[in-house]
T-cell receptor
Framework: EAGVAQSPRYKIIEKRQSVAFWCNPI?????LYWYQQILGQGPKLLIQFQNNGVVDDSQLPKDRFSAERLKGVDSTLKIQPAKLEDSAVYLCASSLEGQGGNQPQHFGDGTRLSIL | GESVGLHLPTLSVQEGDNSIINCAYSNSASDYFIWYKQESGKGPQFIIDIRSNMDKRQGQRVTVLLNKTVKHLSLQIAATQPGDSAVYFCAENRARNAGNMLTFGGGTRLMVKP
């Protein structure tokens, strides 16, 4: 079974520029998550999709971050404009469950973003 | 490779010994718990999970213990190998009406000495 695919693996931009990350979840996984992982910390949830709908975006800084999952499969996360504190690894995860139910989330290897 | 975490609590064990990594969780409403292993430059990798109606679950070389009374979770790794060196995160999951919310702990770095 192919895992969660993310691209690019690395991205370096200057502050105030824009950047986008792409995620392809495990086939058949209804739920998709974006996390931010700052060096030395555990991942922090930014947004959760179920199919193409947003379930939770309460921790997404909506003034600069946006995400979409238009066809309920792939997803993109965008930052515009980037700030220095956005330097982190952005992880995508997916899981099987729909409504409720406990299933493990499976992670991609992330995109490491560096802001200059 | 780059470090996953620079200032994490560190557990150093000899190859072949057993390792015990501990985690305190915060939310008494959490009903599902997961341990993840994260190597440098990689995403968290699922190791084992446990639901709140259990207090112990065993996998291959790993055992998770859950003590809901004191909100404590532990991961035991038997016969630790150099390949087990990584950062380990516990995560608590609270079911909601639509999906789940996973909250990660701060992580522990496991170093295995040959």
């Amino acid at each position: 079974e192919a895992g969660v695919a993310q691209s690019p693996r690395y991205k370096i931009i200057e502050k105030r520029q824009s950047v986008a990350f792409w995620c392809n979840p495990i086939s058949g996984h209804a739920t998709l998550y974006w996390y931010q992982q700052i060096l030395g910390q555990g991942p922090k949830l930014l947004i959760q999709f179920q199919n193409n709908g947003v379930v939770d975006d309460s921790q997404l800084p909506k003034d600069r971050f946006s995400a979409e999952r238009l066809k309920g499969v792939d997803s993109t996360l965008k930052i515009q404009p980037a700030k220095l504190e956005d330097s982190a690894v952005y992880l995508c995860a997916s899981s099987l469950e729909g409504q409720g139910g406990n299933q493990p989330q499976h992670f991609g290897d992330g995109t490491r973003l560096s802001i200059l | 490779g780059e470090s996953v975490g620079l200032h994490l609590p560190t557990l150093s064990v000899q190859e072949g010994d057993n390792s015990i990594i501990n985690c305190a969780y915060s939310n008494s409403a959490s009903d599902y718990f997961i341990w993840y292993k994260q190597e440098s430059g990689k995403g968290p990798q699922f190791i084992i999970d446990i639901r709140s109606n259990m207090d112990k679950r065993q996998g291959q070389r790993v055992t998770v213990l859950l003590n809901k009374t004191v909100k404590h979770l532990s991961l035991q790794i038997a016969a630790t190998q150099p390949g087990d060196s990584a950062v380990y995160f516990c995560a608590e999951n609270r079911a909601r009406n639509a999906g789940n919310m996973l909250t990660f702990g701060g992580g522990t770095r496991l170093m295995v000495k040959p």
